[in-house]
């Protein structure tokens, strides 16, 4: 089921519904593929022994970091990295302005390269942070074995419904939408863990 296509959304000028629509992970075919290596292209030029040093705080500062993102707005990234991922599943309108302003971070351009930046910052932020609590009392692979911060996906079934795909066989995904950001996530937990 996991190789099943994803429920794509509708198009959008701006916000949440902007990021939802122009990212890989809510879109099937050539268009997938192609943000998919823009996504791949921005991880592979982070540098995972960075993510592994010690650090205090939320995942997602020092992954933003490593894009690039400057420490005099570090925290007002992270906070809106929250509220998109919180919103990242749904499209709740309530995250447009958070989306906005990280769009005006990685420069302003509402196109597929700034979507992607954005996209890995959003993935990794809940499902990082939520890894390291439950590392902090058990083994990773403990955790990734028996209780994955991500525990299914959605994809759409022959007949057209959604259905719901447990994770819990493959914590980071499989195939074409695997998880190209596992290592970063492992490096993450390692230097929240130090």
Partial sequence: MLSYP?????????????????VSRFANGEVHARRRAIV?????????????????GHPVAPLARALGVAERVMPGVVAD?????AAYQTGDAA??????????VFG???????AAHIQVLVQACDATATLIERARTRTVDEVLRTDPPVAATRRVGPDGTVVVVPLTATPFGA?????????????LVEGALR
């Fill in 6 to 22: 994803v429920p794509e959304v509708e198009p959008a000028a701006r916000g949440i519904g902007w990021l939802r629509a122009n």
């Fill in 108 to 114: 302003g351009e509402y196109d597929e390269r700034t």
């Fill in 81 to 85: 990295v929250r509220v998109a991922a």
């Fill in 40 to 56: 791949e292209e921005i991880v592979a030029g982070i540098d995972l022994d960075g993510l592994r040093r010690a650090y205090d």
């Fill in 95 to 104: 995250a447009d302005s958070a989306v906005d302003r990280l769009v005006a």
């Fill in 175 to 187: 195939g074409p939408r695997g998880c190209p950001g596992r290592e970063h996530a492992l490096a």
